[in-house]
């Protein structure tokens, strides 16, 4: 069974810095591309950014470049989002997604981060 | 990066169809075959229900079905059940390894 599981969401200050983790399992993780998805609570879905499988191509939205930086060790399985200079607007849950087929298929259950003083 | 465009909600009886629409460009929708859509429950991750415009994943009912005409693609769900009632949202790609999201679609079942 293909599952994804986020950690290291919290509350952290406007200008602060957050490490989100998603530990993947069920499935050949470094033959999968992946991405970075959040949704605003009560608000709808937004693409931040994709890895490659060798890491060697990396992709962000406008909204999150130069800011937020993705990566993965595939001999943990694991996935990452380092975020830093947050904002109030970053307040989000935080999903890890595989994508096949330019679609994204499978999704973690999503990790919550509150950027608030 | 702009959103795809879709009604912000949908309704239908119990057995009838329903078809949602997802507006986008020249740069997304219209130069690709890679829309997608996602069923999504209060309180849960998102489902995917069609790929490449109109592929069904396995399990996913044959109820759900996909189009596309030029820069909109549409969402048909056909004999509506109370369990299609959730937020759908569709997904294009856009190029260079991104991707948009529509602004989402309340389908609520009478």
């Known amino acids: 069974e293909v599952q994804l599981v986020e950690s290291g969401g919290g509350l952290v200050q406007p200008g602060g810095s957050l490490r989100l983790s998603c530990a993947a399992s069920g499935f050949s993780f470094s033959s999968y591309t992946m991405n970075w998805v959040r949704q605003a609570p009560g608000k709808g879905l937004e693409w931040l950014s994709y890895?490659?499988?060798?890491?060697?191509?990396?992709f962000y939205a406008d909204s999150v470049k130069g800011r937020f930086t993705i990566s993965r060790d595939n001999a943990k399985n694991s996935l990452y989002l380092q975020m830093n200079s947050l904002r109030a607007e970053d307040t989000a849950f935080y999903f890890c997604?595989?994508?096949?087929?330019?679609?994204?298929?499978?999704w973690g259950q999503g990790a919550l981060v509150t950027v608030s003083s | 990066q702009s959103a795809l465009t879709q009604p912000a909600s949908v309704s239908g009886s119990p057995g009838q169809s329903i078809t949602i629409s997802c507006t986008g460009t020249n740069s997304d929708v219209g130069s690709y075959n890679l829309v997608s859509w996602y069923q999504q429950h209060p309180g849960k991750a998102p489902k995917l229900m069609i790929y490449e415009g109109s592929k069904r994943p396995s399990g996913v009912s044959d109820r759900f079905s996909g189009s596309k005409s030029g820069n909109t693609a549409s969402l048909t769900i056909s004999g509506l059940q109370a369990e299609d009632e959730a937020d759908y949202y569709c997904c294009s790609y856009a190029g260079d390894n991104t991707w948009v999201f529509g602004g989402g679609s309340k389908l609520t079942v009478l």
């Open positions: 997604v595989r994508d096949q087929h330019y679609a994204f298929d499978y």
């Open positions: 890895i490659s499988r060798d890491s060697s191509d990396v």
